[in-house]
């Protein structure tokens, strides 16, 4: 199902649907949002970005919603039958941390593989303290692991870094005696 409030332009030859301004796009649970979504029927893949308005500031930019997560990004490919996407500059609340990165890539199990990453509890678009992840991998509502990390705060790396990161991501809270798990 979509629809857009501006204009939708079906492109006969190649199967493709263009949708501007307010465009949504809905496929079972998922749910796309975006200023330009361009939708290839043959392939089930959209992509979606924001555009610029009268003053040239980018407007619309792409918001993903589904079962498991909301994202905002800058641009994002995604393929609605195997579930999986290319996303670029994405950010995304997972139970009161956020997550930023410039390249990610979401499987079809729901993980999301970041590239150049920050994980911070700072809600601002730009967030004043952080852990900097060089790449990690996201699992929602379970953890996220990274490879190399660093602490960042007010845009000054400190000279601590860790070989690698573990941030539970949970919504359960536990009480008493915990049993080490892998």
Do not use: W
């Amino acid at each position: 199902v979509y629809s857009a409030l501006d204009s939708v332009i079906f492109g006969r030859t190649n199967k493709k649907v263009f949708l501007y301004k307010g465009a949504k796009v809905t496929y079972g649970t998922m749910e796309l949002e975006a200023d330009y979504i361009e939708f290839d029927m043959s392939t089930n893949i959209v992509f979606a970005k924001g555009m610029p308005d009268s003053t040239g500031k980018i407007v619309g930019n792409p918001l993903f919603k589904d079962d498991i997560q909301n994202l905002e990004a800058k641009q994002l490919r995604y393929n609605f039958k195997t579930k999986r996407g290319y996303i670029e500059a994405v950010r995304t609340e997972q139970d009161g941390g956020y997550l930023h990165a410039e390249k990610t890539k979401k499987d079809e199990y729901g993980h999301i593989h970041i590239k150049d990453g920050k994980y911070t509890t700072c809600d601002a678009e730009h967030p004043h303290f952080y852990v900097a992840l060089s790449k990690a991998v996201s699992i929602p509502g379970e953890k996220i692991i990274s490879g190399p990390a660093y602490i960042v705060f007010a845009d000054i790396p400190l000279p601590i870094g860790l070989p690698f990161g573990f941030f539970p991501n949970t919504t359960t809270s536990t009480s008493g005696l915990l049993i080490p798990q892998y």
